[in-house]
Structures are given as structure tokens and as C-alpha cells.
């Protein structure tokens, strides 16, 4: 009956202690090796951690020896008087109030908030992933790959609880993403389906790198957490023969919102509502927007949470009481069929001139140039407009030889210039890195 926050193991001491106070965790759980940030977090928090738990290695022959004093082993509740076998009887008649996941969210806006995800939200998320995905799934057959943080909301519900549902071979890695050790594992191990998200599928498009290995077991990805273009899903699909399709959701939505079976996949989309799910887009004033008019999204289902954990004002802000409607801060359209479209997030957008320009629209554009390996738009200001699009390109290491940066950055404002409507022209101007910061 214990509500779980999941947490990143590359948290700072300081990060975690803040995710233990907001939380007011009781039992903290870590793996060996990070067990002095974890006490020195417990130093800090406000949280008062009653039990430590500590997840050793099968090979430590001595477990005690990494134990500090006051704590437990994983291993060693499995001998407990009282084992945790069975959910407490009293958690049956309250699935729909008791919080079973809290994870944390930054929400439509503002710093993280707790997600109050009750028994009600998972089953009832599971259920809807179920009716997407299970007609392509053979229990106990299927073997998945998922490299992303399980942590996070999308890995945790697709990955984990999904694939235990379904009985499925999980294969999953420790430490920093590597494509090479991806490929790897997909040949290795006969990988039918995977969970990635667009920065791995710009990888798999286009790092020449892939041709080394043999991607035919692959069948089928999942791409989710951020829109990917629909020619880089393309690209995917006729590089390594395998089908792509993208589902949208949050946290707040246990996560999944909508998304495609494998039958009818439309390239760029996030796919339809999932089952028992209602949604609208909405203009600023909050009037209903027919097909293909873009506008804020807003969903009611099952899934929905509770609302934002201690924080009845940040609820009231996202999630009508009365109807359930709750906000996603998301840019979205949806077209005849019913497929939805993710644009960007309200917060992200670069308005010029009055007009909004949605960054991943650009970033989608730039990563199909040749010589473009990632990029991230922002806005910046500008006198005469208000803001203006800068885009922060990373290129490909060919592209980078023997190259004047400065007649390069040109270069590509002139191609972006022919390719989209004057306002959503790269008048910031383009700056070179080596890398685009990701967040888990």
C-alpha cells in the first residue's frame, strides 16, 4: 500500500534530498553504489527516513561489508517475518483514492510537482496500452528493448509493468546510452520491439554505424516523450525495414494519452485517443478548434490523475474539478481521422511578430539536412519582433572539417529561409555545439 517515487540515480545529494522533503519519503531505496549520496541526501531532508534499503550485486560475497549500519538488504526482506507478498486487503476497496506512483513533473509549467497516479490510473492505463499494442503481442514470446531510464513515466508503464503484464523478455542496459551497444543488443538477442525516443531514432537514420549490425528481428518501434518528424520516422522505416510509430502522453496520464496500434500508422502523428479517452483542442479563450486547427490539448479518461500532491492550487490549474478536463500544455492538432498531431509546448513557444513558431517544428526541419546530425531552436530577443528563432545545431563530423563556421551558419539560415514562412525564418541566427543537452 506504499506510494512510489521514482528517482534518478544521477541525482546530486542535493537533488535528492529536495525529491525525499517534497515527497516526505519514508523508506528510501538505492543500489550500493550510490549509498553515499543517499545518506548524505538524508542528512539534509526534511523527510524522515525510517528504513534504508540497499540493493547489493548477486556477486558480493560478503553483503555486509556495503551495508552502513542502520540498513537492510534487498535480498534480505525476502526472509522477513512479515515478506512483502500480498497487497494489504484494505488497498482493494480504494483503488481509486490510494496513490500507487508519485512521480514528479514539471506539469504544464512551473517547477516539479508530485503526480498522484492511484491503482485506478495504472490498471485502467495498462488496459488502454493493451487494447494499442496487444493484438501485435504474443505472451510470453516477445522480446523487448528498452534503453531508457525506468525512472521515467514512459519506460515504467510501457516497459515495466507492460511487459511483466505480458510476460515478455525485457532487455534494458546500465549507464550511458550507447547506439553501438544498442545494435548490438538487437542482433544479440532477436529484439522484436523496442521503446526509444527521437534522439535514438536520429541515430538508428542516420549513423553509418547501423549498417555493421543485423536489425531484421526488429519489428516494431515505439517512439515516445517528444514529437519526431515524420520523415525521420520514414527514414528509419526504409533504413532498417522496421516500422515506426509514436505515442504521446505525460505523467499526468499514467502516461499514455493516444497512440497507434501496428496496422494504421500515419507518419508524424501520435496516433488516436487511447480507448475510454476523450480530448479537445482549444484556442486561448478556451473555445472547442475543429480538424487541423492548432491549439492547446486538453484530455479526460481514466488515466488522469488524482492531481498534483499537496498542491490543491497547481491541481486546480491543470484539472477541472467539475468536468475532469485537464490541461496538457501541449500544442497539438487533430486532422479528419482523428490523429493527433503534437506541434510543441505552450511555454516552449518562440512568439515573432505576434506569431507563435513552434521549435520542433524547425528542429524537425534541420535534422534533415545532410550535413546536420542534431539540432534545438530557441527564441531569443529581438527589437523590432519580440523574439526570434536561434537554432543551436550540432553537425556531422564530415561537415565539420575543413569548414568557415561563419559562411556554414549563413549557409543554413538560407536554406531554412526557402523552406518556411518569413517569420519562422532563423533571424537569431545559428550557433555551433558539440552536443544538445537532453533531459530525462
Given amino acids: 500500500g506504499a506510494m512510489l517515487t521514482p528517482i534518478n540515480p ?44 540497499v540493493l ?47 512521480p514528479y513533473s514539471s506539469g504544464t509549467t512551473g517547477l516539479p510537482k508530485g503526480v498522484a497516479l492511484t491503482h485506478d490510473n495504472i490498471v485502467a ?25 525506468f525512472f521515467h513515466i514512459y519506460a515504467f508503464t510501457f516497459s515495466l509493468l507492460y511487459g511483466a503484464r505480458h510476460g515478455c523478455t525485457l532487455i534494458s542496459n546500465s ?74 502522453g505525460m505523467s499526468e496520464l499514467s502516461p499514455l494519452g493516444t497512440g497507434h496500434d501496428d496496422t494504421n500508422i500515419k507518419a508524424g502523428s501520435v496516433g ?44 486546480l490549474e491543470t484539472k477541472s474539478p467539475e468536468s475532469g478536463w485537464m490541461r496538457t500544455g501541449d500544442v ?9 498531431f503534437i506541434n510543441d509546448r505552450i511555454k516552449e513557444l518562440v512568439k515573432v511578430r505576434g506569431y507563435p513558431v513552434a521549435p520542433a517544428e524547425l528542429e524537425a526541419l534541420l535534422v534533415t539536412h545532410p550535413e546536420i546530425a542534431d539540432a534545438a531552436v530557441i527564441g531569443v530577443p529581438h527589437e523590432e519582433s519580440g523574439e526570434v528563432p536561434q537554432a543551436h545545431i550540432v553537425l556531422k563530423a564530415a561537415a565539420e572539417e575543413q569548414v568557415d563556421m561563419g559562411k556554414k551558419a549563413l549557409e543554413l539560415q538560407e536554406w531554412v529561409k526557402h523552406k518556411v514562412a518569413p517569420y519562422k525564418r532563423l533571424e537569431g541566427g545559428v550557433v555551433f555545439v558539440e552536443q544538445i543537452p537532453k533531459s530525462a
Fill in 10 to 53: 544521477l541525482f546530486s545529494a542535493d537533488e535528492l534530498a529536495s525529491k525525499l522533503s517534497m515527497s516526505q519519503s519514508s523508506v528510501l531505496a538505492v543500489h550500493h553504489s550510490f549509498v553515499s549520496v543517499a545518506l548524505e541526501a538524508m542528512q539534509t531532508t526534511t523527510a524522515k527516513i525510517e528504513h534504508l534499503i
Fill in 56 to 102: 547489493t550485486d548477486n556477486n558480493d560475497d560478503d553483503e555486509d561489508s556495503v551495508l552502513p549500519t542502520g540498513s537492510v538488504s534487498l535480498n534480505s526482506l525476502r526472509f522477513h517475518d512479515k515478506p512483502m507478498i500480498e497487497t494489504l486487503p484494505e488497498i482493494h476497496s480504494q483503488t481509486s483514492e490510494r496513490i500507487a506512483f508519485l
Fill in 125 to 149: 492505463n495498462l488496459y488502454q496500452l493493451d487494447s494499442i499494442e496487444g493484438d501485435a503481442m504474443e505472451r510470453g514470446e516477445n522480446v523487448v528493448l528498452s534503453p531508457l531510464p
Fill in 175 to 248: 549507464g550511458r546510452f550507447e547506439l553501438a551497444a544498442f545494435c548490438q543488443a538487437c542482433q544479440d538477442h532477436q529484439v522484436d520491439r523496442a521503446h526509444l525516443v527521437p534522439p535514438i531514432l536520429l541515430g538508428l537514420a542516420k549513423h553509418p554505424m547501423v549498417d555493421q549490425y543485423d536489425m531484421s528481428s526488429l519489428k516494431t518501434i515505439i517512439s515516445a516523450a517528444a514529437p519526431a518528424g515524420g520523415t525521420l520516422e520514414e527514414e528509419v522505416e526504409a533504413r532498417i525495414n522496421c516500422r515506426v510509430k509514436q505515442c504521446w
Fill in 272 to 315: 488516436p485517443l487511447a480507448p475510454s479517452t476523450l480530448g479537445k483542442i482549444v484556442d486561448s479563450e478556451g473555445n472547442s478548434l475543429g480538424p487541423k486547427e492548432s491549439g492547446e490539448l486538453l484530455v479526460q479518461g481514466p488515466q488522469v490523475m488524482a492531481g498534483y500532491h499537496n498542491s490543491p492550487d497547481k491541481t
Fill in 332 to 340: 497539438a492538432y487533430y486532422d479528419e481521422d482523428g490523429y493527433f
